[in-house]
């Protein structure tokens, strides 16, 4: 196998580790106004992801940087012409981040509702966008005889472009409240789990509307397995939440993420970026790509360091297992001592 062929699976793979992983800590974040009742319920969901979001983020710093070391011209085209989107994204980031370290810092109610919109509003932007961005790179985009996008970024927001953002903000709003059925108890839990049925019906809605029209545009045989898999496996874990079996429902949402991207990458190959403007001019694995030289380079590097990461993230989500309830949640009083302390 080629290494261009390697290094665009590799990426598909950091992807589908990133919209798999984050997917839910985004969906925690925009279901804090909706199933949270008061200070103490926030807390305990902001707890569910507090150790391990920024992990997650991991992911798409190595994928963004192996798409710009692995596909220079895919990494050019991409960033300059999605600059708005992208950049919105990147702020909605830093500000979701600085509201999970600051929050805490102060107790009075207007700080801490003040960083609660910033998580909510960083979780949201960034899944509604990314899946604008991912089909619009999927269907293509006006690109010249230079490799340069020649559209705005009004070209982005067609149809088919916020069909795609609608679906990744309906399954991560899904797979979110699975994942606080599966890592709280109590009456959060079982809010949780109900939510997720009805979230994850309009999801699937969604979703096999999306798949649908991704595989008539762009398809091939490679794809249609994946997406239709993927459907049935978020059915199959609406069916798993509906009988309390949280686990596997959650299950059901990794893998349905897991295979739509997938999908969406197995359609895209041999191109990165089609051009919509003359097939000619679509970026390929091939004219998108690094030296041979530096390929290699990175594969030796990949191969080290990749084993090092997935098994600190997994060592990770060990040591945070257990489910989180309100009683484990200090009061003000012992925070403050607690503080004080310190």
Do not use: C
Request: glycine share 8%; no cysteine; proline share 4%.
């Amino acid at each position: 196998m080629e290494l261009t062929t390697v290094w665009f699976i590799l990426i598909a793979v950091l992807w589908i580790g990133y919209f798999t992983l984050e997917g839910f800590d985004f969906g925690v974040g925009m279901l804090l106004p909706v199933l949270a009742r008061n200070d103490t319920e926030r807390r305990v969901m902001i707890n569910t992801i507090g150790p391990v979001w920024d992990g997650n983020e991991v992911w798409v710093l190595v994928a963004g940087g192996a798409t710009f070391a692995a596909f220079p011209e895919w990494y050019a085209t991409l960033f300059s012409g999605f600059y708005l989107p992208l950049l919105a994204i990147l702020v909605a980031l830093i500000l979701r981040g600085l509201a999970f370290e600051y929050r805490h810092k102060r107790p009075e109610a207007d700080w801490q509702a003040n960083w609660d919109r910033a998580i909510i509003y960083g979780s949201l932007v960034p899944a509604f966008l990314w899946g604008v961005a991912f089909a619009n790179i999927v269907r293509g985009v006006p690109i010249d005889a230079s490799f340069e996008f020649t559209g705005t970024t009004l070209t982005l927001l067609n149809p088919f472009g916020l069909l795609g953002g609608v679906v990744t903000t309906l399954l991560f709003l899904t797979h979110g409240a699975l994942f606080i059925a599966l890592k709280t108890d109590g009456d959060i839990r079982h809010r949780a789990r109900a939510l997720a049925l009805r979230l994850g019906a309009a999801a699937a809605v969604a979703a096999v509307a999306f798949l649908a029209w991704t595989q008539a545009i762009t398809g091939n045989g490679n794809s249609a397995p994946a997406f239709v898999v993927a459907a049935l496996a978020l059915v199959a874990g609406l069916v798993a939440a509906s009988r309390g079996r949280e686990g596997w429902a959650f299950t059901g949402t990794f893998v349905t993420i897991a295979l739509a991207v997938a999908g969406l990458f197995l359609a895209l190959f041999p191109d990165v970026m089609p051009s919509t403007t003359d097939a000619a001019h679509s970026l390929t694995a091939t004219n998108a790509a690094a030296t041979a030289y530096t390929l290699k380079v990175m594969t030796w590097v990949a191969l080290v360091f990749t084993p090092i990461v997935i098994g600190y993230q997994a060592w990770s989500y060990w040591v945070f297992r257990k489910r989180i309830a309100t009683h484990h949640i200090p009061t003000p009083e012992l925070a403050a001592e607690g503080a004080g302390a310190r």
